[in-house]
């Protein structure tokens, strides 16, 4: 978490906050918290406790999900954020701060639950920092650990499948963010059309004129010019599943005209 602080840390049998006996760590914040970064901070001895009993009973993801609970306590505090007393929030700051793996597989589990979060919250926070590919292995390995061998084989086969989908996707993107950037923008490809902006979505690039006299854009000719170059260019991505859209607006604005190419002959 990049805390430039000496840090103590303490295996306890007993002791803790008023009112959170049972609670398997806490870290004591000084009275006065100096900001974040300040030379007040950087000596700084922050003190950590952790209880033997937890230690013994529970495994790596579950202590580090303890101790990044702790020291996002610190974090908070050192920038005083109005949200720093708040459990859940610290939680949350965990996740944000690199964590949220951790999270996903260790916070609730069917030998208990650690930290603040419901298993609602927890999922939504996973849905939005966790990605997608890491989101997919985790279910995948929920439902194999409840299923006999062959149910195993098949979806192990299955994920390698989706896992390679995911990683050709992600190329694909990687390849449109590439094309975008080769662009020179604004360029003028003619007297009164002039490219403006270049924009990838997740498998799309839109390219935007700008149309300063609209009586003279011929739509129909310059859609089957642009399909044609698109597909002898860019074949390989389209068929990946890339599409290409051509926005033309007025000088207010406005659209004129909008087509995608999104398959070739």
């Given at each position: 978490?990049?805390?430039?602080v000496r840090l103590l840390v303490g295996w306890?049998?007993?002791?803790?906050?008023?009112?959170m006996a049972q609670t398997p760590a806490w870290v004591e914040i000084p009275a006065n918290m100096p900001f974040y970064g300040s030379a007040e901070f950087k000596k700084l001895s922050i003190r950590m406790f952790l209880r033997k009993e937890f230690l013994e009973e529970n495994s790596y993801d579950k202590v580090a999900i303890a101790i990044a609970h702790e020291l996002s306590h610190v974090v908070l505090d050192s920038i005083y954020h109005p949200l720093r007393k708040e459990e859940k929030a610290v939680d949350l700051t965990a996740m944000l701060l690199g964590f949220s793996r951790l999270y996903m597989v260790a916070a609730h589990t069917s030998k208990g639950t650690l930290g603040y979060l419901t298993s609602s919250e927890l999922s939504a926070a996973v849905r939005i920092l966790v990605p997608t590919r890491f989101r997919i292995a985790r279910a995948l390995s929920?439902?194999?650990?409840?299923?006999?061998?062959?149910?195993?084989a098949i979806v192990i086969a299955l994920s390698m499948w989706a896992n390679g989908k995911i990683n050709s996707k992600i190329e694909l993107h990687k390849l449109l963010q590439a094309e975008a950037a080769a662009l020179l923008v604004p360029r003028a490809v003619n007297s009164h059309i002039t490219l403006v902006e270049a924009q990838v979505g997740f498998f799309s690039l839109t390219k935007t004129f700008l149309v300063t006299r609209p009586t003279q854009l011929d739509l129909t000719g310059r859609e089957q010019r642009l399909r044609d170059a698109a597909c002898a260019k860019h074949r390989m991505k389209i068929d990946a599943g890339a599409v290409y859209a051509y926005e033309?607006?007025?000088r207010s604005g406005s659209l004129i005209s909008r087509f995608e190419i999104s398959s070739c002959p």
């Amino acid at each position: 978490m990049n805390l430039d602080v000496r840090l103590l840390v303490g295996w306890v049998n007993s002791g803790g906050p008023k009112g959170m006996a049972q609670t398997p760590a806490w870290v004591e914040i000084p009275a006065n918290m100096p900001f974040y970064g300040s030379a007040e901070f950087k000596k700084l001895s922050i003190r950590m406790f952790l209880r033997k009993e937890f230690l013994e009973e529970n495994s790596y993801d579950k202590v580090a999900i303890a101790i990044a609970h702790e020291l996002s306590h610190v974090v908070l505090d050192s920038i005083y954020h109005p949200l720093r007393k708040e459990e859940k929030a610290v939680d949350l700051t965990a996740m944000l701060l690199g964590f949220s793996r951790l999270y996903m597989v260790a916070a609730h589990t069917s030998k208990g639950t650690l930290g603040y979060l419901t298993s609602s919250e927890l999922s939504a926070a996973v849905r939005i920092l966790v990605p997608t590919r890491f989101r997919i292995a985790r279910a995948l390995s929920v439902f194999v650990q409840s299923f006999p061998r062959p149910v195993v084989a098949i979806v192990i086969a299955l994920s390698m499948w989706a896992n390679g989908k995911i990683n050709s996707k992600i190329e694909l993107h990687k390849l449109l963010q590439a094309e975008a950037a080769a662009l020179l923008v604004p360029r003028a490809v003619n007297s009164h059309i002039t490219l403006v902006e270049a924009q990838v979505g997740f498998f799309s690039l839109t390219k935007t004129f700008l149309v300063t006299r609209p009586t003279q854009l011929d739509l129909t000719g310059r859609e089957q010019r642009l399909r044609d170059a698109a597909c002898a260019k860019h074949r390989m991505k389209i068929d990946a599943g890339a599409v290409y859209a051509y926005e033309y607006r007025d000088r207010s604005g406005s659209l004129i005209s909008r087509f995608e190419i999104s398959s070739c002959p």
